[in-house]
């Protein structure tokens, strides 16, 4: 198992930027396909951003190719979500997530393991 924590939430003017931190323990985190999802207030949770093992690919959710950026360092148990441009829209609690294989497509559902999420609110 592995065991998730976020950290870098915040309030945000539109158009402003966050880098949030999700930090690792238990089993080796380079084992994991590392993510982000998020969860607006009456919303289902949704697939936002995914990096694998290697750092080789990463995948995004559509509304946040472009501004957002995954990255992850196996060697500090740590994944990252730098968030540009900001808008009000992305406003949600965002989740760390991890899970043991890659997949062709990602969703929310894919993931098995997931933090209790940092806030995330960007005001217009």
């Known amino acids: 198992q592995v065991q998730l924590v976020e950290s870098g939430g915040g309030l945000v003017q539109a158009g402003g930027s966050l880098r949030l931190s999700c930090a690792a323990s238990?089993?080796?985190?380079?084992?994991?396909?590392g993510g982000w999802l998020r969860q607006a207030p009456g919303k289902e949770r949704e697939f936002v951003a995914a990096i694998s093992r290697d750092s080789a690919r990463t995948d995004y959710e559509d509304s946040v190719k472009g501004r957002f950026a995954i990255s992850r360092d196996n060697t500090k148990n740590t994944v990252y979500l730098q968030m540009n441009s900001l808008k009000p829209e992305d406003t949600a609690v965002y989740h760390c997530a991890a899970v043991a294989s890659l997949v062709p497509h990602f969703t929310a559902r894919t993931f098995r393991y997931w933090g209790q999420g940092t806030q995330v609110t960007v005001s217009s």
């Open positions: 238990g089993r080796t985190f380079s084992t994991y396909i």
